[in-house]
Nanobody
Framework: QVQLVESGGGLVQPGGSLRLSCGTS????????MSWHRQAPGKERELVAR????????LYADSVKGRFGISRDDDRATLYLQMNSLKPGDKAMYYC????????WGQGTQVTVSA
């Protein structure tokens, strides 16, 4: 059974940083392109960043380029998202997942950026 468990969200002031984690189980983590998505209230879910197997081939949404960094630890089957210089527009629920795989999302982790 595939499990995706996001954590690390919280309330941070503009310009602050957070590091999200996604613990996984039930599949061979190292074999998949992994991704972070986010969904703000009233908006569609959007891709934030993705990373290929063996940490190759990262890609970022234009809105987060230069501020966010995606990484993975294949030994721990864990995905990370380092978020720096956070803006109010980054407020959303953040989800991890296997890119292109149609499966239920995890519970997500809430990120709120506010003074």
């Amino acid at each position: 059974q595939v499990q995706l468990v996001e954590s690390g969200g919280g309330l941070v002031q503009p310009g602050g940083s957070l590091r999200l984690s996604c613990g996984t189980s039930g599949f061979t983590f190292s074999g998949y392109v992994m991704s972070w998505h986010r969904q703000a209230p009233g908006k569609e879910r959007e891709l934030v960043a993705r990373i290929g197997p063996c940490s190759t081939d990262t890609l970022y949404a234009d809105s987060v380029k230069g501020r966010f960094g995606i990484s993975r630890d294949d030994d721990r089957a864990t995905l990370y998202l380092q978020m720096n210089s956070l803006k109010p527009g980054d407020k959303a629920m953040y989800y991890c997942g296997r890119l292109g795989i149609d499966e239920p999302w995890g519970q997500g982790t809430q990120v709120t950026v506010s003074a």
